[in-house]
């Protein structure tokens, strides 16, 4: 008697679930169906002229994912739809942002054809009783390094004054992301000193923990305390790297995931008029070798020639420096760094070279010789200020001959 009862409850129990099995897959089905042609409607729906308050929230109640994108627009109002593509429940729109801002541009003294100053430094070090350099913040007589301090009150003033920093990656390319009225700035290291990014020890958590006034320290500290100055740098290393053998691979791969960027100083610091065309090939192949095999596709394809040199495109090696083979290993240059003196032009100039940029030391000669003060006097009346929109080239009517080729739009006042 009790294995009936038993029998019959498993018996009502598989009825019962599999009377909720079907109820479920019947009103899911059922669904499906009511809602297939809402679906459709959804897809096939047309954004265009719409204000984007209200694809927003649209969009919100259909869990649409959305894309913007925004363009100038003569005769479409602000934050409206330009054009609209939906795909998948991803909805991709083109909004206007009105008309083009002339008389902006004007007040501002937009030029997108103005000089770029690309800032050299070397180590940032605190002055010793040997230190020979006796002017402002530097530590050798030629000004190559710079204090802490010094460093910082650099940093202090470009910001101050209007510039905001930009990658020279993006420079070399025509990618010029500013804000409208501001300037761009690029800063570059050469020689991989420790005290660029000297290492203490190791946080809890593993990550490295930088001294508070080497480069990194002082630029990090920077990036906290004025998060719009898009804080970034190219640091080109020679064999030593890092010159920190304990930690060369974590700061190498640290620099790049923290908006910093590495480029190629040659193996050995060569003086490129005093070597033969096999030597340049090994000293730049060798060195990009060593970046791939930690930062494969990672670092930037730029050189930063040794003292400049050689100071003319004639010489012999120049050639291979930009395109050589060493041992097997082929390579290709994008750009290469002089060691200058006065601010570069526009990427968008006529006469831009990216694979011969100037380069301006940053030290202080009391506003003689191209020292920081000379510079940015100099830049007051030439510098390039930004439309604020990276797609857009901007210029007073009077420039657009110094113009190169471009396929961006252009924008004259």
Known sequence: MKKIKIKSFLILFIII??????????????????????????????FKNMNLIEVEEYAKKHDLEITK???????????????????????????????????????KNVNELGKVPIMMYHGIREKTSNSSGTIGGNVDKDGY?????AFEADLEFYYQNGYRMVSLADYVKGIVDVPLGFSPLILTFDDGNADNFKVIGKNEDGSLKFDSKSAIGILEKMKAKYPDFNVTATFFLNAGLCN??????????????????????????????????TKTQEVVGKLYQMLDQIIPNQYVKIVALPFGSPYKKTHTNYNYILKGEYEGYSYETESALRVGWEPEVSPFAKTFDKT??????????NGKEFDIKMVFNMLKTSRYISDGEKDLITIPSSLKDNLGETDKKIITY
């Open 145 to 149: 390094n710079r204090t802490p301090e």
């Open 17 to 46: 679930i599999g009377l909720i099995f079907f109820v479920y897959f019947f009103n899911k089905k059922d669904n499906k169906l009511i809602n297939k042609p809402e679906e459709e409607e959804v897809l096939k729906k047309d």
């Open 244 to 277: 920190q053998p304990e930690y060369n691979e974590d700061i190498m791969k640290w620099l790049i995931e923290n908006n910093y960027d590495i480029g190629n100083h040659t193996t050995n610091h060569a003086d490129f008029t005093k070597i033969t065309v």
């Open 356 to 365: 011969f940029l100037k380069r301006c030391r940053a030290y202080d000669n």
């Open 69 to 107: 994108t925004y363009e100038f627009n003569e005769n479409i109002e602000k934050d409206v739809v330009i054009s609209s593509s939906l795909n998948n429940k991803n909805l991709d729109l083109v909004i206007s942002k009105g008309s083009i801002p002339l008389a902006t541009y004007k007040e």
